[in-house]
């Protein structure tokens, strides 16, 4: 008996020891990267001698944006984003008018990740692989560090702290232009990924919010390359795997993502989307504690800098006083535009306010309702109006900035240069609201854009058939121009079958 015990004491040390040095190897390697710095392939079976980051069960370190574990684990990085549970961040109720919650950007991004993101039936990671190649013109290189040092340089032009350029005082809007990256692909997932975000939000909100708020779109404030594969080791069929933070004015938060983006026979392919966390939108704009070793640093914003400017270059004197009195112009002013305007009642278009904040605010200094408006400036380009060239159905610029106000489709009301009334009285009139299977130049208007947007209903679309004002000549002279050919002898006009078909229907 005492023989049978001490055996079964040996066996239960035995199996505990095991465990223990399987799970903590199971552990070390969480994620380990298949090549080492030098391109060579790791070997699992080397032990660490110490624990990893990602040993650490709260890290998620068993996702695919996390970053490898570091050495020593002495690197801290600042401004990581939280990861936090959707219902840990919602305002108290005292806070709540009417519930702000999606005003304050407390939306769940977690559910939103999940819409935003397409469903393959494969895992993308089985079917992809890192490959030494350099990452805009694909030229072999020789060791993974000249990778990982390209991918860093193209980080620093796009991972950037954009607070120079906040002022609270005007709305601010963080251009994408501005981090734009060389590589074109890269480019047109994240202007992809964020027009879902901006369009499936309202698969989220109550119809109360779509009421109270509308939708209010988010801004690319910065982003990053973590990892370029390329899927069936074809090296035109790079796949990126991004971290990007969302930006919009309100929230209390700048949320990130991640997101795995590639493009295969033309189609926008986005998927494993996750929802990383959150950081304090303060951390992002403020200026930042002053860094003695930076010798470029700028203590404060430049928008409230007192800064003198030296410049010995006359020319350059002459365009920045001419700049400066340009910034005097009614063109270049701000008003407040009233949102409930209607003439009717001889209300004032303007509102008498001088601040963004007192414009936009539903309450006053004394926390009284009154009314409000948006803060706006004409526009000065034709890419800052919501309707430029959104009709893709033919070549034509409708929708640009006409004397410093957005042109808009027929039916739609301005309220200041930039913005639109949304109630159902003045919705977009659209062509080929009742076209079955082909289209039309030329038919009734209706207000159908938003159903055409369903491909299967319309597959003949490229997107809503808008209709703008005078666009009648534009739409017959591309189509005769695509379709139709001219006889000079005989003085004819031939046409394509299908447009003959199309313009008789």
Not at 46 to 61: D, E, K, W
Not at 284 to 295: A, R, V
Not at 491 to 503: E, F, G, R
Request: contains cysteine; proline residues 4%.
């Amino acid at each position: 008996m005492e023989y049978f015990i001490l055996l079964l004491f040996l066996i239960i040390i035995f199996i505990y020891y095991f465990l223990n040095i399987y799970l903590k190897t199971t552990e070390h390697f969480c994620k380990i990267p298949e090549l080492n710095r030098q391109g060579e392939i790791n070997d699992k079976r080397v032990a660490f001698l110490y624990s990893p980051q990602s040993n650490i069960i709260t890290s998620s370190c068993n996702k695919y944006w996390k970053d490898w574990p570091k050495e020593s684990n002495s690197e801290l990085v600042s401004l990581n984003s939280i990861p936090i549970q959707q219902d840990q961040i919602e305002l108290p109720m005292e806070k709540q008018f009417g519930n702000n919650n999606y005003k304050a950007g407390l939306l769940n991004f977690s559910s939103l990740s999940i819409i935003v993101s397409d469903k393959i039936d494969y895992d993308i990671f089985d079917k992809s692989k890192e490959l030494l190649l350099s990452p805009i013109d694909k030229k072999p290189l020789e060791y993974k560090y000249q990778l990982d040092f390209k991918i860093m340089e193209l980080n620093k032009k796009t991972w950037i702290d954009r607070w120079k350029l906040y002022n609270p005082s005007v709305k601010m809007h963080f251009p994408y232009e501005e981090i734009k990256s060389p590589i074109e692909k890269i480019n047109i997932l994240n202007n992809e990924f964020v027009k879902r975000c901006n369009y499936r939000q309202k698969e989220l909100m109550s119809d109360n919010l779509k009421i109270n708020y509308g939708l209010m779109f988010f801004d690319i404030y910065k982003y990053r390359i973590l990892e370029i594969r390329y899927l069936h080791d074809n090296k035109d069929l790079p796949i990126y795997i991004i971290e990007i933070i969302l930006y919009r004015e309100t929230d209390l938060y700048m949320n990130t993502f991640s997101y795995i983006g590639f493009i295969e026979d033309d189609k926008i392919k986005i998927v494993n989307v996750d929802y990383i966390g959150v950081n304090a939108t303060d951390n992002y704009l403020q200026t930042p504690g002053y860094n003695s070793t930076d010798i470029n640093q700028e203590i404060i914003n430049h928008n409230f800098s007192n800064k003198p400017i030296l410049e010995k270059d006359p020319d350059a004197i002459v365009h920045l006083y001419k700049k400066y009195l340009e910034s005097f112009k009614l063109k270049n002013q701000y008003a407040c535009f009233n949102l409930d305007y209607n003439p009717e009642f001889k209300e004032s278009n303007f509102l008498d306010y001088y601040s963004r904040e007192m414009c936009e605010s539903n309450l006053d200094m004394y926390g009284r309702k009154k009314t409000f408006g948006v803060f706006d400036k004409p526009c000065q380009e034709d890419s800052e109006c919501p309707f430029y060239k959104i009709n893709k159905n033919y070549e034509n610029d409708f929708g640009k900035c006409i004397n410093g106000k957005c042109q808009l489709p027929l039916n739609m009301e301005n309220i200041g240069y930039h913005y639109f009334k949304t109630d159902k009285a003045k919705k977009p009139l659209c062509y080929n609201c009742k076209s079955n299977d082909k289209f039309q130049i030329e038919t009734l208007l209706d207000t159908c854009c938003d159903e055409q947007y369903d491909k299967t209903k319309y597959p003949f679309l490229n997107s809503p058939d808008y209709a703008f004002e005078d666009d009648i000549v534009n739409r017959t002279n591309y189509f005769h121009t695509k379709f139709c050919t001219f006889d000079d002898k005989t003085t004819k006009l031939t046409c394509d079958t299908l447009y003959v078909d199309n313009i008789n229907s």
